[in-house]
């Protein structure tokens, strides 16, 4: 099946090369694909956390009613975040498996029921496990600081400031570039308004009190931030080197966008229906198809990867290549398989 995503992403390359009357040998020999391994993270059809390298699925233990939600590979080392929902309390329970050893995240911070921690994001480097979320201050001195945004790097905590709520006007996104931990967040709230910019190391940036900034992405050495206006909705890309802003295709609705990718220089925006690639806009899916509900969308060497459904139901998911598909669920009886995420892996 490795095979198979090669061959994939040589048609792909050799398609695009042959509409280019101007590519240069050494543009040829840069774009020479590469083979990858596609990992992609979900539920099997036993409703078991598992996880799929190209096609051949791993069952996570102690992953039954389970719910696979990313999968990373560091280091040749696999680590899969997930979660169980606890009915009917309707409370979380948060994981993540390292090479298919499971570990309960609030265990490994030390952590009790009554903490009210929520998960937000995880990164994993170097053998290295950063987890950001929020809990309850132990130590509130008023209803302003009843709650604290922290990350922590190997389980050692570093509060980054405290809150009157225990939820975020929009979810912080985080990654460790250069082994520095940037977190796309909010801070200083006072009556309902609230400054929005990125955490580096425990200290904030303040970059505007009028968008949010809920994604953060690179090409290449560059940093960017992907913007949204509170009360417009408007989208605008933040280039934190150059400290300029690029609008998002006009007409675009902020509210309806689902990601956004970076490749090698391209922008993609990912809608309902469609996604843009640097102003034009494409379907997300084969007109026709059944398969028309977004999962994941990403992007690597000018290959597309996406995950859909079927339906709003979410019967049925398959994976695809430059709209080829490789992957498929296996669905028993009433269980039906689910994937949520991907990640492309050179080798």
């Known amino acids: 099946m490795k095979n198979l995503f090669l061959l994939l992403i040589l048609t792909s390359t050799v398609l695009f090369s042959c509409r280019e009357a101007s590519v240069d040998e050494e543009t040829v020999s840069k774009n020479t694909p ?24 791993t069952v996570l233990s ?34 993540y498996w390292k090479n298919n ?36 201050n132990p130590a509130s001195t008023s209803s302003n600081d009843t709650y604290q945004f922290c990350y922590w790097k190997n389980n ?8 009157s709520i225990g939820g975020y006007y929009s979810e912080p996104d985080m990654d460790i570039i250069n082994n520095d931990v940037y977190i796309a967040a ?16 425990g200290t904030f940036y303040s970059l505007s009190n009028t968008k949010n900034f809920v994604k953060i992405l690179r090409d290449g050495s560059n940093i960017y931030f992907l913007a949204r206006h509170r009360q417009t909705q408007a989208l ?23 990601t956004a990718a970076l490749d090698n220089g391209n922008k993609y925006y990912v809608f309902p229906d469609y996604y843009y690639k640097n102003g034009s806009q494409y379907n997300l899916f084969t007109p026709g ?48 398989g689910r994937f949520r995420s991907l990640t492309i892996i050179p080798n």
């Open 34 to 57: 590469v083979s990858y391994d596609l990992y992609v993270a979900g539920n099997d059809e036993n409703n078991t956390a598992s996880y799929w390298k190209n096609t051949t699925k």
């Open 62 to 95: 102690s992953g039954t009613g389970c719910t696979a939600t990313k999968v990373t590979v560091d280091n040749n080392d696999v680590y899969v975040e997930g979660y169980k929902l606890n009915l009917p309390a309707y409370t979380f329970t948060y994981y």
């Open 101 to 136: 050893v499971r570990f309960d995240i609030e265990q490994q911070l030390g952590l009790q029921s009554s903490d009210s921690f929520r998960l937000y994001d995880m990164a994993f480097k170097n053998g290295n496990v950063y987890i950001i979320g929020s809990i309850k």
């Open 156 to 163: 050692v905590k570093t509060v980054l400031h405290n809150q």
């Open 186 to 201: 909010s801070s200083n709230y006072t009556a309902g308004n609230y400054d929005s910019g990125y955490y580096k190391n």
């Open 236 to 258: 605008e890309l933040y280039n934190l080197s150059a400290n300029t802003y690029a609008s998002i295709p006009s007409g675009t609705n902020g509210q309806q966008l689902y």
């Open 289 to 336: 198809s059944l398969f028309r509900f977004y999962d994941d969308f990403k992007v690597l060497d000018d290959n597309i990867y996406q995950i859909l459904h079927k339906d709003n139901n979410g019967i049925d998911y398959k994976v695809y290549i430059n709209n080829v598909e490789v992957l498929t669920t296996t669905n028993t009886g009433n269980q039906n």
